[in-house]
C-alpha cells in the first residue's frame, strides 16, 4: 500500500511556486463558492507517521485559504468536560458549519491507533470503533459533507532521518519524543496496523489519500490539489455557478478619499512611518524571533499560561501577513486564529461579547484575533449598526472583559496596524495584478476610503479610551511590511517573557 508513497518524489522551488500561484487562485475561488453557497462542508483529516509534516501542511493552507471560513482542530487528551460526555460528542461540535472548511489533526483515528499498538485495546474493539467510523463518516457523507482524508507517509529511513534533523535542531527537538522512536523501532508493526485502519476505513464518500511526505513542496501541493478537486467536484455536482474573481477587482473611476478634515493631530497621524527594515536584516531577525517565540509559546503551554492576540488595522494594513509570520513556527495543535467577520444570527441575538467569550484560550493555548470585540467602536460606530449610546458604553465594557482576562492570568496583546493611504492605495492597486490576491479586493474596501477619516478619529478615540495598563495597544507604522512583521513578534516576545517571568 505504502509503496507508491516512497518514489522520491519532489519539487525544485521553481516548480512549486509556479503550480502554487495558480493552485492558490483555485483554491480561493472555490471556497468562495463554497461559502457563499453554503451547500455543503469540507472535512479535511490529516494523520500519518511522526515527522511527515503534518503542523507545517496545516500553515500551509492557513496561508493559502481565507481563514475566515477555515476552521482548525487538534485533540490531546479528553478535557474533563469532554470525558462527562460520549466519545464522539467532541468530534460532533467541532464540525464545520455548511460553507466551510475544517481541518483537523490527531483526530478519531490517531488515539485508536496509538492504543491497538500499545495493547490496550482488542481485536474485536478495534473492529467496532473502526465500524463506528465509518458509520460517523457515512452520516456526515448522506447529509452533504464532502470527507478528505490523508495519511502523511515517510519510508522507514526517511522517518529516521526527519527526526534526526527535528531533534538537531532546538527549535523543532521537542517535537520528537520517545514514542516517536517506539513507532520507528516498531516501524513495520506499526506500519501493518495503519494499513488496516486505512484499508478497513477507505470509503467511496471518505476516501483516503496516501502522500509521499519527504519533500515538503510535493506534500503540499498534492494536498491542496487534492481538495481543490474535491471542491470542484462537490460545487458542479449541485450545479454552483463559478464566481469571477475580476468582479471584486474594479475600483471605482474616481479614488473616494476625501480631503483630510481640519482639526488637530490623531494619534495615527503622529506614526513614523519612515522605519523601515533591511531585506537581509529582515530574514536573519525574523527567524530569530520566531524562534524565540516558539521557545516562549512552548514554555507557556508547559505551565498552563494562556495568550491572546488581538489584531485591528486598515484594509490591507498587513495584518493577515504579520498572523502568518507569528505562528508560522507554532504546533497548529495549540493555537486558533479566529477571523471575525458579520456576526451570524445566532451571535447576533447575544450581547456582542458573547462571541469573543467562547473562544477565550484553554489553558496554555494561544487564541489570535483578526478583528475582534473593537469592531463596536470602529466599523459599527462609522457605519451606524451600534448607536452613540452602544458604542460609547462599550469602551467600559471592553475594559473590563480585557481585565479578567489578564487578571485571570492571560497574556494579551492588542495590536492596531496603520497605513497611510497613499500607501493603501499602491497595496489595492498592486493587489489587481497578482490573481490570487484579487479576491481580497471588494467594493467595499473601495467605499470604505470614504470614510478614512472617520475611522482614523474612531481609532483615535478607541486608544484613548481602552489603552490600559493591564492591556496597552501597541501602534505600529505598517507601510513597510517587514518593520510591521519585526515589531509584531518582538512584542509579543515582550509579553510573554514579562509574563513568564512573574511580570504584570
Given at each position: 500500500m505504502f509503496k507508491t508513497a516512497e518514489l522520491g518524489r519532489s519539487l525544485s522551488e521553481d516548480e512549486f511556486d509556479e503550480r502554487a500561484e495558480d493552485l492558490r487562485l483555485k483554491l480561493l475561488i472555490a471556497q468562495d463558492q463554497l461559502q457563499r453557497s453554503k451547500a455543503f462542508q469540507v472535512i479535511v483529516d490529516l494523520a500519518g507517521v511522526s515527522g511527515a509534516g503534518k503542523g507545517m501542511a496545516v500553515n500551509a493552507l492557513h496561508t493559502w485559504l481565507d481563514t475566515r471560513f477555515l476552521t482548525t482542530r487538534s485533540y490531546t487528551e479528553p478535557s474533563e468536560e469532554e470525558r462527562q460526555r460520549p466519545a464522539y460528542w467532541r468530534y460532533w461540535r467541532d464540525l464545520p458549519r455548511k460553507g466551510r472548511i475544517g481541518l483537523f489533526l490527531r483526530g478519531r483515528y490517531r488515539r485508536l491507533t496509538m492504543d491497538f499498538f500499545d495493547g490496550k485495546v482488542t481485536e474485536a474493539k478495534l473492529e467496532n470503533e473502526l465500524d463506528r467510523i465509518t458509520a460517523f463518516e457515512n452520516e456526515l457523507s448522506a447529509d452533504g459533507a464532502v470527507i478528505l482524508k490523508f495519511w502523511l507517509h515517510l519510508g522507514r529511513d526517511a522517518q529516521a532521518k526527519r527526526l534526526k534533523e527535528l531533534e538537531s535542531n532546538p527549535a523543532t527537538s521537542w517535537r520528537v519524543t520517545d514514542v516517536d522512536w517506539k513507532h520507528w523501532h516498531e516501524y513495520d508493526r506499526y506500519i501493518s496496523i495503519v494499513e488496516r485502519v486505512i484499508t478497513k476505513t477507505n470509503t467511496g464518500v471518505a476516501p483516503w489519500h496516501i502522500v509521499e511526505s519527504a519533500d515538503g513542496r510535493y506534500r503540499d501541493i498534492t494536498i491542496a490539489e487534492t481538495i481543490v478537486e474535491a471542491l470542484a467536484d462537490g460545487l458542479r455536482k449541485r450545479q454552483i455557478e463559478p464566481f469571477k474573481a475580476d468582479d471584486h477587482a474594479r475600483p471605482p473611476k474616481k479614488d473616494p478619499l476625501p480631503k483630510r478634515p481640519a482639526g488637530p493631530p490623531t494619534i495615527l497621524s503622529t506614526l513614523d512611518q519612515s522605519e523601515g527594515a533591511d531585506k537581509n536584516e529582515y530574514q536573519q531577525q525574523l527567524v530569530e524571533l520566531q524562534a524565540e517565540h516558539h521557545v516562549l509559546?512552548?514554555?507557556?503551554?508547559?505551565?498552563?499560561?494562556?495568550?491572546?492576540?488581538?489584531?485591528?488595522?486598515?484594509?490591507?494594513?498587513?495584518?493577515?501577513?504579520?498572523?502568518?509570520?507569528?505562528?508560522?513556527?507554532?504546533?497548529?495543535?495549540?493555537?486558533?486564529?479566529?477571523?471575525?467577520?458579520?456576526?451570524?444570527?445566532?451571535e447576533a441575538a447575544q450581547h456582542y461579547l458573547w462571541r469573543f467569550w467562547r473562544h477565550v484560550s484553554a489553558a496554555g493555548r494561544l487564541t489570535v484575533f483578526d478583528r475582534s470585540w473593537y469592531g463596536r467602536v470602529l466599523v459599527e460606530r462609522v457605519e451606524g449598526f451600534a448607536s452613540q449610546d452602544e458604542w460609547r458604553r462599550a469602551y467600559a465594557?471592553?475594559?473590563?472583559?480585557?481585565?479578567?482576562?489578564?487578571?485571570?492570568?492571560?497574556?494579551?496583546?492588542?495590536?492596531?496596524?496603520?497605513?497611510?493611504?497613499?500607501?493603501?492605495?499602491?497595496?489595492?492597486?498592486?493587489?489587481?495584478?497578482?490573481?490570487?490576491?484579487?479576491?481580497?479586493?471588494?467594493?467595499?474596501?473601495?467605499?470604505?476610503?470614504?470614510?478614512?477619516?472617520?475611522?482614523?478619529?474612531?481609532?483615535?478615540?478607541?486608544?484613548?479610551?481602552?489603552?490600559?495598563?493591564h492591556a496597552p495597544w501597541t501602534l505600529i507604522a505598517a507601510n513597510d511590511k517587514r518593520a510591521a512583521r519585526l515589531k509584531v513578534l518582538r512584542t509579543a516576545c515582550e509579553a510573554l517573557r514579562r509574563r513568564l517571568n512573574g511580570g504584570d
Open positions: 509559546q512552548r514554555t507557556a503551554r508547559h505551565r498552563g499560561v494562556s495568550s491572546i492576540y488581538v489584531f485591528e488595522g486598515s484594509d490591507a494594513a498587513g495584518k493577515g501577513g504579520s498572523i502568518r509570520r507569528l505562528v508560522a513556527t507554532l504546533d497548529a495543535r495549540n493555537y486558533q486564529v479566529i477571523q471575525v467577520a458579520a456576526p451570524t444570527e445566532e465594557e471592553m475594559n473590563d472583559f480585557e481585565e479578567q482576562l489578564t487578571e485571570y492570568g492571560i497574556v494579551l496583546a492588542k495590536f492596531y496596524l496603520h497605513i497611510t493611504p497613499d500607501e493603501q492605495r499602491k497595496r489595492f492597486e498592486a493587489r489587481l495584478e497578482t490573481p490570487y490576491k484579487r479576491w481580497k479586493l471588494t467594493k467595499d474596501d473601495w467605499r470604505n476610503r470614504a470614510r478614512w477619516w472617520d475611522y482614523e478619529q474612531a481609532v483615535h478615540d478607541m486608544v484613548e479610551a481602552t489603552d490600559t495598563r
